[in-house]
């Protein structure tokens, strides 16, 4: 079992930064891939970038790239994701997931939204 919590949300202008953080419980973390998603009001909810279990392999939706890195410290058991350049089309719930072996766990949201 994995519990996340997600943090550092906020309102934000255009072209400000975030780092928002996805703290994760349980000793297995370090086995789980784990992912960002965003979830804007009236849209789906969609991928925005993932990291490896590893650390080495990383993955963006491609409106993020070149804005957001996501990475991971698996001492802390925390992942992280630094938005840069921030857009108002960035302004959504964004939500931390983990993945292993079929398993899948989700955060509660954090909410980052951006003016212009």
């Known amino acids: 079992q994995v519990h996340l919590v997600e943090s550092g949300g906020g309102s934000v202008q255009a072209g400000d930064s975030l780092r928002l953080s996805c703290a994760a419980s349980?000793?297995?973390?370090?086995?789980?891939?784990m992912g960002w998603f965003r979830q804007a009001p009236g849209k789906e909810r969609e991928f925005v970038a993932a990291i490896s279990w590893s650390g080495t392999s990383m993955y963006y939706i491609d409106s993020v790239k070149g804005r957001f890195t996501i990475s991971r410290d698996n001492a802390k058991n925390t992942v992280l994701l630094q938005m840069n350049s921030l857009k108002p089309e960035d302004t959504a719930v964004y939500y931390c997931r983990a993945d292993y072996g079929g398993r899948r766990y989700w955060g509660q949201g954090t909410q980052v939204t951006v003016s212009s």
């Open positions: 349980g000793r297995t973390f370090s086995s789980y891939a």
